[in-house]
T-cell receptor, first 112, second 113 residues
Framework: TQLLEQSPQFLSIQEGENLTVYCNSSSVFSSLQWYRQEPGEGPVLLVT?????EVKKLKRLTFQFGDARKDSSLHITAAQPGDTGLYLCAGAADFGNEKLTFGTGTRLTIIP | DAGVIQSPRHEVTEMGQEVTLRCKPISGHNSLFWYRQTMMRGLELLIY????????DSGMPEDRFSAKMPNASFSTLKIQPSEPRDSAVYFCASSLKGHYGYTFGSGTRLTVV
């Protein structure tokens, strides 16, 4: 069974600060996705990374896939209250395999 | 497109009753997934379909759970009989095979008392 551990589990910071959350596994993934979930809603896809070492940017969010494709990080610059939510990473074991294993999640709160 | 549509949004039922959750995937998507989310266990895959055929049901907890996809635009997840430990938020998601990423519905919050 492939497991994805996310850290920290909870994070509460002031508006304007920077933060990084991590997604780690002992298994190799063919691709890794990041989702954000708000209360009462389903997760929404933010980004997909597929190549070891790949870096993708989405406005103030920077996503990186580890060289060995076992881990990933999400960095947020100048956090805003709208960034509040549950951040989930999800990995696909094999190319062409649609089945995703979701991480344990990081619950982020940005304090105005 | 209206996205993935799930119904009902909330369901409260008594232990032992049958519960049916419904999902309409995005038109044109050929894969459909049922997940369950709890605080303790996070998001767990229950079953997924490709072209209406069940591909992997290894996450279905036990025989009390069953899922069907009679056509490309509709799926059901049934629990019979329901138990308090089934209380959770159940999500349906769809995707287009060969493309990355799921589109999730808003979920059904199930409470079994």
């Amino acid at each position: 069974t492939q497991l994805l551990e996310q850290s920290p589990q909870f994070l509460s910071i002031q508006e304007g600060e920077n933060l990084t959350v991590y997604c780690n596994s002992s298994s190799v993934f063919s691709s890794l996705q990041w989702y954000r979930q708000e209360p009462g809603e389903g997760p929404v896809l933010l980004v997909t990374v597929v190549t070891g070492g790949e870096v993708k940017k989405l406005k103030r969010l920077t996503f990186q896939f580890g060289d060995a494709r076992k881990d990933s990080s999400l960095h947020i610059t100048a956090a805003q209250p709208g960034d509040t939510g549950l951040y989930l990473c999800a990995g696909a074991a094999d190319f062409g395999n649609e089945k995703l294993t979701f991480g344990t999640g990081t619950r982020l709160t940005i304090i105005p | 497109d209206a996205g993935v549509i799930q119904s009902p949004r909330h369901e409260v039922t008594e232990m032992g009753q049958e519960v049916t959750l419904r999902c309409k995937p995005i038109s044109g998507h050929n894969s459909l997934f049922w997940y369950r989310q709890t605080m303790m266990r996070g998001l767990e895959l229950l079953i997924y379909f490709n072209n209406n055929v069940p591909i992997d049901d290894s996450g279905m907890p036990e025989d009390r759970f069953s899922a069907k996809m009679p056509n490309a635009s509709f799926s059901t997840l049934k629990i019979q009989p329901s138990e308090p430990r089934d209380s959770a938020v159940y999500f349906c998601a769809s995707s287009l095979k060969g493309h990355y990423g799921y589109t999730f519905g808003s979920g059904t919050r199930l409470t079994v008392v």
